[in-house]
């Protein structure tokens, strides 16, 4: 892949993570006690919107660095995804040790797949 398009790949795959991180962690606010939050809606809404033309853009760039299969482009935004969510809900800082272990093993794991599959 060349080094612009990999540029490319990272920052709309990143940008794209997080804002779904947003749209899932506004989703959560949605419903308070029975109650629809319009404004939590149209912020998760808002998070979603943003990432979807992010990542059609990225794929585009995927595609012309030879990585075409849908499972190893959704690992990329679902690691940065997760990591947003974690992150951004600041609740990871709390997580115990083990927590936090399996979850840097399963990145890892992620890692291992695109590199085993060739990605």
């Known amino acids: 892949m060349h080094p612009f398009s990999l540029f490319i790949v990272i920052v709309l795959t990143l940008t794209a993570g997080f804002a779904d991180a947003q749209g899932f962690l506004y989703s959560t606010a949605v419903w308070q ?22 990542y059609w853009i990225a794929v585009r760039y995927l595609h012309e660095g030879g990585i075409i299969t849908p499972e190893i482009q959704a690992l990329f935004w679902f ?12 609740n990871f800082l709390g997580w115990n040790l083990i927590d936090k272990v399996v979850a840097i093993a399963i990145l890892g794991g992620v890692v291992w797949l695109m590199v085993r599959t060739g990605a």
Request: proline share 3%; charged share 5%; hydrophobic share 55%.
């Open 33 to 54: 006690q029975g109650v629809f939050n319009w404004s939590a809606a149209w912020r998760s809404a808002i998070g979603f919107s943003l990432s979807v033309p992010c």
């Open 79 to 90: 690691v940065v995804t997760i990591t947003g969510v974690a992150i951004a809900g600041g």
